[in-house]
T-cell receptor, first 117, second 111 residues
Framework: EAGVTQFPSHSVIEKGQTVTLRCDPI?????LYWYRRVMGKEIKFLLH????????ESGMPNNRFLAERTGGTYSTLKVQPAELEDSGVYFC???????????????FGPGTRLTVL | KQEVTQIPAALSVPEGENLVLNCSFT??????LQWFRQDPGKGLTSLLL?????REQTSGRLNASLDKSSGRSTLYIAASQPGDSATYLC??????????FGAGTRLFVKA
């Protein structure tokens, strides 16, 4: 079974440009999460999808960030326009709802390292 | 607001030693607590997940305990090996799926 995959692994862009990160969760996982780790800080929750619906986007920094999960499969996270403080590693994770019983174990992708110059 | 603290921030031990990593959280209304391992430049690997109704979970040389009322969890690693060297992260999830991470404990096991 394939794990969570993320693309690209690295992205270097200039301030003001747009970048789109992609996450493919484990097949059949309804829950998809985005997280970010900036230099020297802990991993921060950004948002959570259940299938195609955003359940909690309280961690999104501002309206320059837009996450989508069309069709409830893969997800994209777009940053437009990118700022210097957006640099960091963006992780995606997925978990299985398991019907009435939440199984909850989150499986993480390798992350996308974003550098904004 | 939930806060997760991990102590110590870094730890260096000789091979074969048993060790304990600590995690504390401020809001006891959690749904579960998960321990992860992260190797440099890699993603997170789930080690153990403890539901709020459980007291402990074991996997091989790892044992994680949870005392929800006091807001504490420990990860016990028996007979440590150089391959255990990594950063260990504790994360708590609330009933709404939001997950809060600690800053991690960086472990180095010397051969």
């Amino acid at each position: 079974e394939a794990g969570v995959t993320q693309f690209p692994s690295h992205s270097v862009i200039e301030k003001g440009q747009t970048v789109t990160l992609r996450c493919d969760p484990i097949s059949g996982h309804d829950n998809l999460y985005w997280y970010r780790r900036v230099m020297g800080k802990e991993i921060k929750f950004l948002l959570h999808f259940v299938k195609e619906s955003k359940q909690d986007e309280s961690g999104m920094p501002n309206n320059r960030f837009l996450a989508e999960r069309t069709g409830g499969t893969y997800s994209t996270l777009k940053v437009q326009p990118a700022e210097l403080e957006d640099s960091g590693v963006y992780f995606c994770a997925s978990s299985h709802s398991g019907g009435r019983a939440r199984t909850d174990t989150q499986y993480f992708g390798p992350g996308t390292r974003l550098t904004v110059l | 607001k939930q806060e997760v603290t991990q102590i110590p921030a870094a730890l260096s031990v000789p091979e074969g030693e048993n060790l304990v990593l600590n995690c504390s959280f401020t809001d006891s209304a959690i749904y579960n607590l998960q321990w992860f391992r992260q190797d440099p430049g890699k993603g997170l690997t789930s080690l153990l997940l403890i539901q709020s109704s459980q007291r402990e979970q074991t996997s091989g040389r790892l044992n994680a305990s949870l005392d929800k009322s006091s807001g504490r969890s420990t990860l016990y690693i028996a007979a440590s090996q150089p391959g255990d060297s990594a950063t260990y992260l504790c994360a708590v999830q609330d009933g709404g799926f939001k997950t809060i991470f600690g800053a991690g404990t960086r472990l180095f096991v010397k051969a």
